[in-house]
């Protein structure tokens, strides 16, 4: 029963580099999700996917994107790494939308320096 | 914007006493909202949620209570246990696919 898995752990990137953060679940969940945590902050919404073939912008996406070709995965991609993505990074996913509780992952701890 | 607000980054109480995390919200659209608890190096885990239709819910140890004329929740636990010692989020939805977090209060359940 593995829920949500995220990998990597953890990653140090160097500025302008790239990178997907892998997030697969087993639950058959048609809404899946990506935050970002900030020290003393909230989760703020990256992006998220009603199903396989259809992802749409959070409150934060500039700078990131995704797609999901199977219900299972939904992989987050940086491209040309900026401090300012320093943060950890959760993807969550959900059967339904409104008051259905997330199931989120460990999360990925990423540091761009 | 921050719509929903967590005013308390720190709270510590003894076991077996009453634990109350507050919350506030600004969206009078929101129509459920969620708290979570958060362990160290681990995810949010989904705890409890409540419908906007209704002003409490209860589940076991945990209740949430609801005003939504003072845009206003709360989470009691009783009685509280070091093991709820965990950073708790208040979340807030309007039936979107956009939730919404606040800041997380430290809950600190002292033996």
């Known amino acids: 029963n593995a829920g949500v898995t995220q990998t990597p752990k953890f990653r140090i990137l160097k500025i302008g580099q790239s990178m997907t953060l892998q997030c697969t679940q087993d639950m058959n969940h048609n809404y899946m999700y990506w935050y970002r945590q900030d020290p003393g902050m909230g989760l703020k919404l990256i992006y998220y996917?009603?199903?396989?073939?259809?992802?749409d912008k959070g409150e934060v996406p500039n700078g990131y994107n995704v797609s999901r070709s199977t219900t299972e995965d939904f992989p987050l991609r940086l491209e040309l790494a900026a401090p300012s993505q320093t943060s950890v990074y959760f993807c969550?996913?959900?059967?339904?939308?409104?008051?259905?509780?997330?199931?989120f992952g460990s999360g990925t701890r990423l540091t761009v320096v | 914007d921050q719509q929903v607000k967590q005013n308390s980054p720190s709270l510590s109480v003894q076991e077996g006493r009453i634990s109350i995390l507050n919350c506030d919200y600004t969206n009078s659209m929101f129509d459920y909202f969620l708290w979570y608890k958060k362990y160290p190096a681990e995810g949010p885990t989904f705890l409890i949620s409540i419908s906007s239709i209704k002003d409490k819910n209860e589940d076991g140890r945990f209740t949430v209570f609801l005003n939504k004329s003072a845009k206003h929740l709360s989470l009691h636990i009783v009685p509280s246990q070091p093991g709820d010692s965990a950073v708790y989020f208040c979340?807030?939805?309007?039936?979107?696919?956009?939730?919404?977090f606040g800041a997380g209060t430290r809950l600190t359940v002292k033996p």
């Open positions: 969550a996913s959900s059967p339904d939308r409104g008051g259905y509780g997330y199931t």
């Open positions: 979340a807030a939805s309007n039936n979107n696919n956009d939730m919404r």
């Open positions: 996917s009603v199903g396989a073939g259809i992802t």
